[in-house]
């Protein structure tokens, strides 16, 4: 019964039937630069929802907004006591993780969305997260990926905010979602589902860049391209540093 | 006020930075040591990535050491001929230590064994400095002179060379192999190795304290210039925004210091310095012994 149910979704999500309900979205802003004094920064995303019937009848209008920075792979590493001292012991690849996820939703995510919703679209943090073969020997690799979960929240680069997306009259919704300061560069993809009684009757996607800009980009550019210029540049900082205190001191003395 | 650094991808407050900074340049300044082993485990703590704090420190220690250097030559108390023999040493050490450290990279477990090197090392060495600088005070206090060994086993090796500054007239293979052992350690432990050399000087080569500090300045100056070059240019992880406000305090910090050290006496000067040193090695002991809050930790993949 519920793998027939899932398969009409299916077959309704491939109709190429206009959407009933269409988003429309704006973005307090749609490139976030990363200047010097970059403290984190708040992005607003609103909208509305645009439809050409009149509002369905039946479970409300929910909506659920993720934001996700460039994944990379990562190396976890678990720590066991070996004679007497905490080593790393067992390691597992984690093919691709987001640098930084949020899930920002109207209501509890369990019942805003479907089980089913969330394996297609990828949306709560264990699906964004991909790991594919741990190695045979590691008894059980979940722990691996639920500790990436547990660290990288702690640092709140992982998210999830029920409650956080505020929709009026089921047409018009805002979000605030706050990126913390450790950001790195990149095309931020960001989302927007609709739903109603949990399947997705909606969605829409576009991008955030993340960028360096002025100081930030100059260094980080000479420190990849003029890797020897660079290291030069830092060692003639660092020797004239030495020498000019050196001489200030010499002459406040005097 | 809080500072993104563009290579560590990280918003830290700049003031600790500086803080940070200022408190290792005084003990640079005071004691001779880069302070190596101590800004990096600092600069974990505040959440700079390792790869970036290791670098990035080198840069430091240059800066520092420099000024502290500077502050040394006007006192006359480096012996330059020391000092070139030791770098000679110590050039041929970080080659090998290079080697060395790939060789554990490619068995894993690096991090381990680094931190085993800081444990043992710093044990040994804090401990010997502190019941030998003891004894010696109790010895003045006593009234009795301090006596400086004047013969050691060493000096009866053969190519002998004067080392006027120091008042020494040695072979010169002690010196390139104390340089050589400190440049293989610090190409493993990522640090200029003040706090093995200077020991080494006073016990081994038997130099006077105060020309041992502005020497083994003057070795680190050169070794850890070269390892931020290697860093650099191999694993651009040399932030410079980080190094400049490390170094801002640092500087300031080395000057500071050096007048403090003048004014103290060497036995004192090296009691503390012992202080110092196992206080570090605990801190990292406990560190192994202790069961980590996180068992699990993230890092890229290499390879």
Known sequence: MRLLSALTGLFLMALPAKAAEEIVLGLSQAEVSITTNFDGSEILVYGAVKRETPIPDGAPLEVVVTVSGPSTPVMVRRKERRFGIWVNTDAVEVDRAPSFYAVVTSGPLSEVLKRIEDLRHRISIPRAIRSVGAPMEIENPTKFTEALIRVRTASNLYQVIEDGVKVDEQTLFRAAIALPAALTEGAYDTRIFLTRAGDVVAQYETVIDVRKVGLERWLFKLAHEQAFIYGLLSLFIAITAGWGASAVFGLLRR | ?303
């Open chain 2, 1 to 303: 006020m809080q500072i993104y650094l563009p290579i560590a991808e990280v918003s830290v407050n700049a003031f600790l930075l500086l803080g940070l900074g200022g408190i290792v340049g005084i003990l640079s300044g005071m004691f001779g040591v880069g302070g190596g082993f101590l800004i990096t485990p600092l600069l974990f703590f505040v959440g700079i990535p390792p790869a970036v704090a290791v670098a990035t420190s080198t840069n430091q220690i240059v800066a520092s050491s420099f000024s502290a250097l500077l502050a040394h030559l006007k006192r006359k108390t480096v012996d330059f001929r020391m000092g070139w023999v030791l770098l000679a040493g110590g050039l041929i050490g970080s080659g090998l230590g290079m080697i060395v450290f790939n060789y554990l990279k490619s068995l894993g477990q690096v991090d381990l064994l680094v931190t085993l090197c800081y444990v043992i090392f710093l044990g040994i060495i804090g401990g010997l400095m502190f019941f030998e600088s003891l004894r010696a005070i109790r010895r003045t206090r006593k009234g009795g002179r301090v006596k400086r060994k004047k013969h050691y086993w060493v000096h009866g090796l053969p190519l002998k060379m004067r080392f006027r500054v120091s008042g020494l007239y040695i072979s010169v293979i002690p010196p390139v192999l104390v340089g050589a052992s400190v440049g293989v350690l610090s190409a493993i432990m990522g640090v200029g190795g003040g706090f093995i050399m200077v020991p080494a000087m006073i016990y081994l080569l038997g130099m006077p304290t105060k020309v041992v500090i502005g020497t083994s300045l003057l070795q680190i100056i050169f070794v850890t210039a070269f390892t931020t070059m290697l860093h650099a240019t191999t694993n651009q992880t040399v932030d410079i925004v980080l190094a400049v406000l490390l170094l801002v305090g640092g500087v300031l910090g080395a000057q500071v210091g050096t007048r403090i050290g003048v004014r103290m006496q060497a036995e004192q000067l090296r009691i503390l310095l012992a202080l110092l040193v196992l206080a570090v090695c605990g801190k990292l002991a406990l560190d192994l012994l202790l069961k980590p809050a996180e068992l699990y930790s993230l890092g890229p993949v290499t390879g």
